[in-house]
């Protein structure tokens, strides 16, 4: 890859951007049992980065552009994005706020197949509106507010929009913690041919917040009902916990519970850094592929992940585990994980890095298991401050009880990028 990236310091905030070129060879490009065929795939990059975070405004932006040349014609050649922006705005300090969260990003199209280019789908999720509070004590307040969100998926019947309202009543504990009454109410309005054509939900749950310094906690008990136009009513538990506890200066544990009914509209904009919409709060070492469906699922999930750097030797221990079970469609899975990632600063110039990822999802009514590896290694060398060199190469390889669904694909990755600030440039698809 080569790159170009600059930042610019503005006013209580900082900004930064790039360009690159990479280059990649995958042995099995479009991760097939039989007749693999190789391709170098050359992509072409361009994104900015900035944040800030003022009195009124607390607000980060990262998006990018790839453009994307099979040399072989394996595929199309193609272009993607990706963007993560979230801002809340104190329009009144302490009394009125306007919030604003975006994701822009592929998601997989078929559960069961792998992620190629032609099982992906560019897709959005926003999520916008205003938060009142009112100041009733010292120690009480309520806050009332509304969301306008929308869900887009390319050549797709699933796009839709929704309605939400909320009332919380809020006690202060201490300058730390507050304890809550939340209910929230949501119309989902879908496009001809979805599953649904709307849905009403409510959901009304308790809530315990605390955060101290690098430490916090946030639990959620209570529960959820939908009434789907034109289908029974469902109702089901909502619990969710969040904790991260620093053991040192340098080492953290992160362990994330959930027991909910979700869409993926709502689980794509949570996962929006900093975003203030409903979260499972997953820990952050491995990321899961998000599905695009219209479907409404109960989606229990659990995830324990272990992160130490001492700024030399860094590393991410994570597992998880998951159940989703579809409200119509006939693909109820689970599935469970692990990550590892370390990262080794053998001198000023010279970094080495490795990861490896293990995944098994069962399905439950396609008598099928899918067991997916993913390793890689690679080594990072400075030539100064600003220009560097990588090369990386991994290995993935699915392992399935499904006919003709293995695969095994190895790939190499070339860098040299130049870098004069906060933006990394990498490929984010």
């Known amino acids: 890859m080569l790159g170009w990236a600059c930042a610019t310091p503005v006013h209580a905030g900082e900004s930064g951007f790039g360009i690159g070129l990479s280059l990649a060879h ?16 050359q992509t072409l990059m361009a994104g900015l980065f900035y944040q800030e975070n003022t009195v009124d405004v607390t607000a980060h932006v990262l998006a990018q552009v790839e453009r994307r040349h099979f040399l072989n014609h394996s595929f199309s050649d193609d272009t993607g994005g990706f963007l993560d922006g979230a801002a809340v705005w104190s329009i009144v300090p302490r009394k009125f706020t306007w919030s ?23 897709s959005n999720a926003l999520n916008t509106g205003p938060d009142f509070t009112f100041a009733l004590s010292s120690l009480n307040s309520a806050v009332i507010g509304g969301r306008y969100g929308r ?45 649904f054509t709307k849905v009403l939900r409510q959901d009304v749950f308790a809530r315990y917040d605390m955060h101290s310094g690098l430490n916090g906690l946030t639990v959620d008990l209570g529960a959820t009902r939908l009434a789907p136009y034109g289908s029974p009513e469902v109702t089901g538990r909502l619990a969710r916990l969040g904790l991260s506890q620093a053991l040192s200066s340098q080492s953290a544990l992160r362990l994330a519970l959930s027991d909910q009914i979700s869409d993926t509209a709502s689980d794509l904009i949570a996962g929006v850094t900093s975003s203030t919409a409903p979260s499972e709060a997953p820990a952050v ?28 030797l860094a590393y991410t221990f994570q597992l998880y585990g998951r159940r989703v079970d579809f ?54 060398f400075r030539l100064n401050s600003n220009v560097s060199f990588l090369v990386q190469g991994g290995r993935l390889e699915r392992q399935s009880t499904a006919p003709a669904s293995s695969f095994v694909d190895n790939r190499i990755l070339l860098l040299l990028g130049y870098s004069a600030g906060p933006f990394e440039v990498r490929s984010r698809r």
């Open 26 to 41: 995958d042995s099995n490009i479009a991760y097939v049992e039989t007749n693999p065929q190789s391709d170098w795939t």
């Open 100 to 122: 604003v969260e975006d994701t822009f990003r592929e998601v997989q199209v078929a559960i069961t197949s792998p992620s190629t280019p032609s099982n992906l789908s560019k």
């Open 151 to 195: 869900f887009d998926i390319q050549d797709s019947n699933i796009d839709n929009h929704r309605y939400m309202a909320y009332v919380r009543g809020v006690h202060a504990l201490s300058p730390q913690t507050k304890v809550s009454l939340n209910y929230e109410t949501t119309h989902t309005y879908f496009e001809p041919g979805a599953a």
């Open 285 to 312: 070492a491995l990321n899961v592929n998000t599905f695009a469906s219209g479907d409404l699922y109960h989606s229990k999930r659990g995830e324990i992940s272990y992160a130490n750097d001492d700024r030399r």
């Open 327 to 380: 409200e119509t469609l006939d693909q109820d899975y689970q599935e469970g994980g692990g990550a590892f990632q370390w990262s080794w600063v053998f001198s000023g110039a010279m970094k080495f890095n490795a990861f490896a990822t293990y995944a098994k999802r069962t399905f439950d009514s396609l008598d099928r298991q899918d067991t997916d590896r993913n390793t890689g290694v690679g080594m990072a």
